[in-house]
């Protein structure tokens, strides 16, 4: 099946669990996350539908993306997956918190494109890795910012 990957992350100063307070209350991502406008229907528990309105990097409108919770491992992992363009186009979008010394935290965000589709959206992959830093950086401003 053919993949295409975005992958970024970086070092918060904060341990996984206030990094995880963050991360986990997205329906307050479109006070301070750059690309998510409006989030919908979310509970952290796996299963769960969500609704994100996100506008990435060079978009001209924002996108409705419709998904459900795939993992929400509370400090560790919160991932959510669903379909764009129907089974032709498949995404998972996760956060994995790995604790470092010092009370810090790398934080891992990747997404996996999957199906027939997955290769058109190479051509983004640098557009989409630019924005996913721009949304790392947020996360990290906030949670050291305590804002």
Same mark, same amino acid.
């Given at each position: ?13 904060a341990?996984?669990?206030?990094? !995880? ?10 006070? !301070?996350?750059?690309?998510v406008?409006? $989030? ?15 506008m ?8 409705? $993306? ?10 560790v992992?919160?991932? !959510? ?40 959206m ?14 790392d ?6 949670v050291?910012?305590?804002?």
């Amino acid at each position: 099946m053919a993949a295409c990957d975005v992958r970024t992350g970086l070092e918060i100063g904060a341990p996984p669990e206030k990094v !995880w307070a963050v991360l986990a209350d997205l329906d307050a991502y479109p006070r !301070w996350n750059p690309l998510v406008r409006e $989030v919908r229907d979310y509970r952290a528990e796996a299963g769960a539908p969500l609704t994100l309105r996100v506008m990435p990097l060079g978009a001209l409108a924002s996108i409705a $993306v419709r998904a459900r919770i795939a993992r929400a491992e509370p400090n560790v992992e919160l991932a !959510w997956e669903g379909e764009l363009a129907g089974p032709l186009l498949t995404f998972r979008h996760a956060f994995r918190l790995m604790p470092l010394e010092g009370g810090r935290t790398y934080l891992d965000h990747h997404e996996r494109f999957e199906g027939p589709l997955a290769m058109s959206m190479a051509a983004t992959v640098p557009l989409l890795r630019r924005s996913y830093r721009r949304w790392d950086q947020a996360l990290r401003a906030r949670v050291e910012g305590g804002g």
